[in-house]
């Protein structure tokens, strides 16, 4: 959805001058006083743009684009004066030790604020930098409770925390599912293992038994011996912590091994991308993942509209977290424009303060997977 901004219009009055003698030819006199330029406001974007999961960075780059070019079409004015926003995009290709630098790059470019960063493992370091600097930080869809628990007054996040996304999926395995032996997987990132910690608890709470806790890494590629160990435990759900680029070749091995549970993950595995990674070891009503948001009733002629926008604009579909990189843009302009200043101070106040009526955009539904969606507010510390 738009911003409800009030647009100011500067009328420049014209003025005519007095010619001077007939017979000299006096200079052209200005009908009306220069414009002032508009100032220009950065606003930072950091995710992976390189690496395993370039396509869900580069979604939400998009997404910030097309809200930038928003609201650089509207016209906006702060304090009374015409402004320009400019996106300084940074790569942090997942990695924490990249995610600094990139953070450090933007506070020494002086933005205004920052969106992002995608990962919790990338978000959480680069927080105490931002912090430090008195920079506002919203992250699209870090969800590690931490985050927004180190007292940070300028973290932000638009998605609900692993607490309620894990304790969301845990029942909905039991309940829905109807799982009663169920295996549980991280990639040992800040986010996979965080949510499925929170799942655990959340299984075992609802009455399950939890027959095997394995782990990976976000760069794995073989996962047959955790699986085989899990295999001999029968299980008849299979959660796992982490995103689609792990996911999708651990889909093909289950199959190879005759794994036939169902498959759970978080936001992270639920992406347009997954059926193309998973492939032909993605059966119809097998994967099962969440959307920490998603829209319904009035809101979803906002949701389609962004949807067509996006893909005509990129020529892709939305992948996850598009949106709410969007949406995160639209509200730390809104914060600005409320406050009449671009200076971070001034407007976080505003920031903490705002309510705004999110676009909440869920991409297309693959045949091949459900979605237990989880409907949240933007939270913060």
């Known amino acids: 959805m738009q911003l409800n901004l009030k647009l100011a219009v500067i009328a420049a009055a014209v003025a005519l001058a007095a010619c001077g003698k007939k017979e000299e030819a006096a200079p052209a006199a200005s009908s009306a006083p ?12 950091v995710g992976p743009t390189s690496g395993a999961i370039a396509h869900l960075g580069k979604d939400n780059e998009n997404g910030a684009r097309m809200a930038i070019e928003e609201l650089n079409a509207a016209g906006l004015t702060i304090g009374g004066a015409p402004v320009t926003f400019e996106l300084l995009a940074e790569d942090d290709a997942a990695d924490p030790r990249q995610g600094v630098a990139a953070a450090q790059k933007l506070i020494d470019a002086k933005v205004a604020g920052v969106i992002g960063h995608l990962n919790s493992g ?49 029942k909905y395995a039991v309940q829905t599912l109807g799982g009663k032996n169920i295996a549980v997987i991280d990639d040992r990132t800040a986010y996979g293992q965080g949510v499925a910690d929170e799942f655990e608890k959340a299984v075992v709470a609802a009455g ?28 008849d759900v299979v959660f796992f912590g982490g995103m689609d ?22 936001d992270g595995i639920c992406s347009g991308e997954l059926p193309k990674l998973a492939a032909e070891g993605m059966a119809d009503e097998q994967v099962y993942c969440a959307e920490a948001g998603g829209v319904e009733g009035e809101e979803k002629a906002g949701m389609d509209k962004f949807r067509a926008d996006f893909a005509a604009k990129f020529g892709t579909e939305v992948q996850v977290y598009a949106p709410y990189v ?19 101070a001034a407007y976080l106040p505003a920031l903490k303060a705002t309510s705004y009526p999110a676009t909440r955009v869920s991409p297309a539904r693959s045949a091949s997977t459900k979605r237990a969606t989880s409907r949240t507010a933007p939270s913060r510390s």
């Not at 939890?210 to 029968?234: C, H, M, P, S, Y």
């Not at 509200?331 to 671009?342: I, K, L, Q, W």
């Open 326 to 344: 969007y949406d995160a843009v639209k509200v730390m302009a809104n914060a600005m424009v409320t406050a009449g200043s671009a200076d971070p």
């Open 122 to 170: 990338t978000t959480i370091p680069a927080s105490q930098l931002y912090h430090d600097a008195g920079l506002p930080q919203i992250s699209p869809s870090a969800t590690n409770p931490k985050y927004t628990r180190q007292g940070f007054p300028g973290a932000f996040r638009m998605v609900a925390d692993d607490v309620h996304l894990g304790s969301t999926l845990g």
């Open 208 to 235: 399950a038994t939890v027959v095997g806790r394995e782990f990976t890494n976000d760069k794995a590629t073989d996962f047959n011996a955790i699986l085989t160990t899990l295999k001999a435990k029968n299980p």
């Open 245 to 266: 680029a792990v996911a999708g070749p651990m889909l093909k091995q289950m199959k190879q091994l005759g794994i036939n549970a169902k498959f759970m993950g978080g």
């Open 34 to 45: 220069a414009a002032a330029p508009a100032q220009v406001i950065k606003i930072g974007h």
